[in-house]
């Protein structure tokens, strides 16, 4: 008859379609409840979790913005019948909103979906520029709500909107590693460092004496340095070696071994080369020389001359 709804727990169903109910809020017991007037209360439905954070539209909001031409927001999913039907609690004003459908409920998935999970830095696109900052919620329809490095909130970005950091990177490419850098159709001298790898395949990376990170570099613009790979399995960083330049054969050091299959070699300054850190060195032109090699070897030839 238009009355309230109250929370109970259900604890007999007589034959008369009758039940003893136990209210939530006083403990008080009553019989005589009509069965039919009842609706089961559930905890958990696929994203939809009670007690859990969502946004959600406000019923009869006729402000036309926003996700899907409304307006969105922030709110605590308090109950949820086995119906779907949802009791929302708005966390600006407190004020309760009974019978909300799911479609009008985006709940927060607090494991994140995928590469997008809170907390991971990220590229988004506001407007048409792209920016830098931090995902703050993931929810159940992939959107994000990103904080800018200024440290304002923008909810409902679209995933195709937001390019989340991978945090062990793709391949030979990780965070933290060093590299080289393809830039104005030249390998650059000195080494950059990967800052962030994106799953669109592009990086953010510190140049050579620059202090911020250049954005959306190519991984097939970078040549990453590895470790223990080698050149070909047989070149080490630190290993003395014999190297070929411009067809003659001295005596040199390896750098770095890069993803490429190439090193860079300190040459030293016997021969005329000169002291010189050399990159690109391939398989072909580099020969590893171990201490038990013999000494009386001719100095202009490589330890293993090719037939």
Known sequence: GG????KAILLWIFGDETAAVKFVYNGDIRYDQRVDMMVRLIEEDGAFKVQGRCRFR????????????????????EQMTAEKSCTVRDTETGRMYDQ??????????NEGIGAYKKGVFCRFKFGEEWHTGSIVDVYADECCSIQSLSGTIIHEQAPAKVLPAIPEGIGLFKPDGYCRVWEEGKWQGGLGRICHVFPDETSAVCLSGKQ?????????????????????????????CRVRVEGDWHDGEV???????????????AGGVGTALRYGIGADDIQVVREEENPSMPRDQPPNPKP
Do not use: H
């Open 212 to 240: 911020l990170p250049t954005y959306g570099v190519p991984l097939k613009d970078l040549n990453p340095v590895v470790d223990g790979l080698g050149v070909a399995g047989k070149v080490q960083a630190g290993d003395k």
């Open 255 to 269: 750098q770095l071994v890069f993803g490429d299959e190439t090193c860079s070699v300190n040459t030293v300054g």
């Open 58 to 77: 406000r019923p009869n909001n006729k402000e036309e913005e926003g996700k899907d031409g409304f307006k969105w927001y922030d709110g605590y999913l």
């Open 3 to 6: 009355g309230s709804t109250r």
């Open 100 to 109: 909300l459908s799911q479609e009008m409920i985006n709940p927060v998935v």
